[in-house]
């Protein structure tokens, strides 16, 4: 342990980290960065929303490389920051390595899972609020073809779209949905205009409703929609507000919650999985003034009887990620 | 270019790109000074995490290490005049090279697994820039374009691995399994123990360090002590003049392209073998394309290229030590990245040529 000698040295040394005696909570991002309008900023938000309501402060940090995830998560270890709150499942690694060296420091990890006595780990089930807005796409359809617009095709999207698919089928089981995805850097995270043209692609093959699950990118796909006058499913945050009128509805996962609560409760937070699914509200579809005219009583009732029964176990959502499949497409 | 000759030989190796380093730092510290923090702090803290300690060298030399590879891929294709921008997609593949040899075949010990690691990831390399390489030999499109676009086709093709060959089935995260412990390359750590040196046992520096060294002096070798190298520089030089020696064009840019995409995948064998010990998705990040800075300061001499690969994994190290413990935003961070880029290569004459007055004055006297 030699080696840690001169880093110690080095954090107090810098005076900047004077006022860290007391332990301050930190979140560090996933690569994307911070205002990716999307995943990362919902973190922001409700580091945000805790900063102004309990006028305390944190430490953030966004990533340049993957080999800073390791080093990040050490140094904000050794600088006392409690708990530490780490965003993305490629961090799963991550804590398996770091959080074993610093047993009295909290670690929170969204969106994959760790099994230590220190890590809180915080999954959403994304795929339950994906089939109620595929439920909603599918009763306000009127063409026979719905859409879906995805980042990169990896695990996590596709989980997305087959719990779309299945909430569309469930309503329509002739439904035509038509799925693509934006590309295979993380450039297609946030590239709107890349999004547009896909949507007006799906638009031109008959689609009147695309979802769009795809970060950044998914701003190009609301005012796609909009400018073609069909309407668009948001994402992650509540995005009705940004095209009302023509965003049906927004598929809410709650990261800002996760992060709040575990800033909320601080150090010595409780460990272990926590599911944010349909019964603890980490995700659902939002319903607000700017939509309120476009979701009818019969849709809203058809899609709260079926939350019902996904939370009563009664009608189970297939999870792609269990099996790589999807009973949908 | 008459001004550029009368520069002496160690002022233009040392001076000119001292001078752009130097210019960069000071518009980078009226930046900071701009944004209200003070650039002396911000010095220190780059300095001080990036050299003060041996976990901060550790870093810095983990960095460098790569882009040492990706620099010298970039400076070998540029003796022939040759721009390989694909640096990022043949990393990628030399990653893929490692990825299978590591997880497919039980190695006994890391050092047998170090040289098929080395091989898989320098053929791997070798074979996605020999296409480029083919179509400028035999067909004339031109090497920055399709090495461009085969950087796409290579993220594509290993987000397809990733996601549906080398996934573990259940795992959401697209990437391989982690290697077998056999696999593991030994840190700086481990090698500097034996010697009785402490040295921080966090940073991911590994024995590729070594090998990157290794690489500086063996392409020195090739390009100055070898047919090889004299057909290359030829080749650079003159086209047609080669092509009167005798020197066919085709053979040259196809070898050219097989020894830089070599150089570039063995980057892989750092970050995929060394650092992360698995495959993941995006893993080369951008040091190809680091890759030409540093040849560029480097001036396409491998001594340059270990130089620059060494300023630059300053600046990552660096950065991030100022992103950890300053309020100053990632994105300037990158500007002060650039501003180096933008000093050393693109500015470069704009130190030259008052340099070489200077000199023209002082002979003149």
């Known amino acids: 342990m030699t080696s840690l000698k001169p880093l110690l040295g080095a954090a107090s040394a810098l005076g900047l980290t004077a006022s860290l005696a007391h332990a301050e909570p930190a979140l560090m991002f996933d690569l994307g960065g911070k205002f990716d309008k999307s ?17 305390g402060s944190y430490r953030e940090i966004e990533m340049q490389a993957a080999a800073q995830r390791v080093q990040f998560a050490r140094r904000l ?32 990890l969204i969106d994959a899972v760790v099994d230590l006595p220190n890590v809180r780990s915080v999954i959403f089930a994304e795929h339950e609020g994906s089939y109620l807005v595929g439920m909603l796409a599918a009763m306000a359809n009127e063409t026979g073809t719905i859409s879906f617009v995805g980042g990169m095709e990896i695990p996590l999207i596709a989980a997305f779209a087959c719990g779309y698919a299945q909430g569309a089928r469930a309503v329509n089981p002739d439904i035509e949905i038509i799925v693509n995805y934006t590309g295979d850097t993380p450039a297609a995270w946030n590239d709107p205009v890349r999004g547009g043209e896909i949507a007006r692609a799906q638009i031109s093959q008959g689609s009147d409703v695309v979802f769009a699950a795809a970060g950044g990118t998914g701003l190009g796909v609301l005012q796609a929609a909009e400018d073609a006058e069909v309407f668009s499913i948001g994402v992650d945050s509540n995005q009705n507000h940004l095209h009302p009128g023509s965003v049906l509805t927004s598929m809410l996962k709650l990261v800002d919650q996760a992060v709040y609560d575990a800033f909320t409760e601080g150090p010595g937070l409780e460990t272990g999985v926590v599911m944010m699914d349909l019964a603890a509200d980490g995700v659902g579809y939002a319903l607000d003034e700017h939509n309120e005219h476009l979701i009818s009583a019969e849709m809203q009732d058809a899609v709260e009887e079926a939350k019902a029964a996904i939370i009563a176990g009664d009608l189970i959502v297939h ?3 269990t099996d790589s499949t999807c009973p949908a497409f | ?18 001078t752009s380093v130097v210019l960069a730092f000071l518009l980078s510290a009226v930046l900071i000074w701009a944004i209200g923090e003070s650039p002396w702090q911000a010095v220190k803290l780059m300095v001080e995490g990036a050299f003060g ?13 790569n882009f040492i590879f990706t620099g010298l891929a970039v400076a070998v294709a540029f003796q022939a005049r040759l721009f390989n921008i694909g640096g990022e ?5 030399g990653g893929l090279g490692v990825a299978l040899v590591c997880l497919y075949i039980p190695w006994p010990h890391w050092s047998l697994a170090l040289i098929a690691a080395t091989l898989g990831a320098a053929l791997f390399g070798a074979a996605w820039a020999l296409i480029p390489g083919y179509l400028q030999a035999r067909r004339g499109s031109h090497i920055v374009i399709t090495t461009i676009m085969f950087n796409f086709i290579a993220a594509s093709l290993l987000g397809y691995v990733l996601v549906n060959v080398l996934r573990p089935q259940g795992s959401q995260d697209p990437s391989s399994p982690r290697f077998p412990p056999e696999a593991h390359l030994p840190s700086l750590h481990d ?20 090998i990157a060294v290794a690489m500086c002096f063996a392409v020195w070798f090739m390009l100055w002590r070898t047919r090889l190298g004299y057909q290359i520089r030829a080749f650079g030089e003159s086209e047609p003049a080669a092509e009167y020696a005798g020197i066919s064009p085709a053979r040259i840019t196809i070898y050219v392209m097989l020894i830089s995409g ?6 892989a064998v750092n970050s995929v073998m060394g650092e992360q010990q698995r495959l993941v998705l995006n893993a080369v990040e951008g040091a190809g394309f680091i890759g030409i800075a540093v040849a560029l300061m480097g001036r396409n001499h491998p001594f340059g290229v270990f130089l620059a690969a060494i300023l630059f994994g300053f600046l990552y190290q660096g950065g991030a030590e100022l992103a950890l413990w300053t309020s100053i935003p990632r994105e300037l961070i990158v500007v002060i990245q650039a501003l180096v880029i933008l000093f050393t290569g693109a500015l470069d004459n704009m130190v030259r040529m008052p340099i070489a007055r200077l000199f023209a004055l002082r002979g003149a006297r």
Request: no cysteine; charged share 15%; net charge negative.
């Open chain 1, 39 to 55: 995943f990362n900023e919902a973190a922001y938000n409700g580091a945000e929303r805790w900063r102004e309501e309990t006028g």
């Open chain 2, 191 to 210: 090698m500097l123990a034996v010697v009785g040196i402490p040295f921080s046992r966090v940073p991911p520096t590994n024995i590729s360090l070594f």
């Open chain 1, 77 to 108: 270890a050794e600088a006392g920051s409690n708990p530490v709150v780490v965003l993305g499942f490629q961090n799963a690694p991550t804590l398996e390595e770091v959080a074993p060296d610093y047993p009295d420091t909290s670690f929170v």
């Open chain 1, 319 to 321: 999870d792609y990620r």
């Open chain 2, 53 to 65: 300690s041996s976990y901060g060298w550790g870093y810095t030399l983990y960095y460098a290490t």
């Open chain 2, 89 to 93: 997609g043949q990393a990628l593949l």
């Open chain 2, 1 to 18: 270019m008459s001004a550029a000759r009368r520069i002496p030989h160690w002022a233009d190796v040392t001076l000119v790109p001292l």
């Open chain 2, 262 to 267: 070599a150089l570039a995948g063995l980057m």
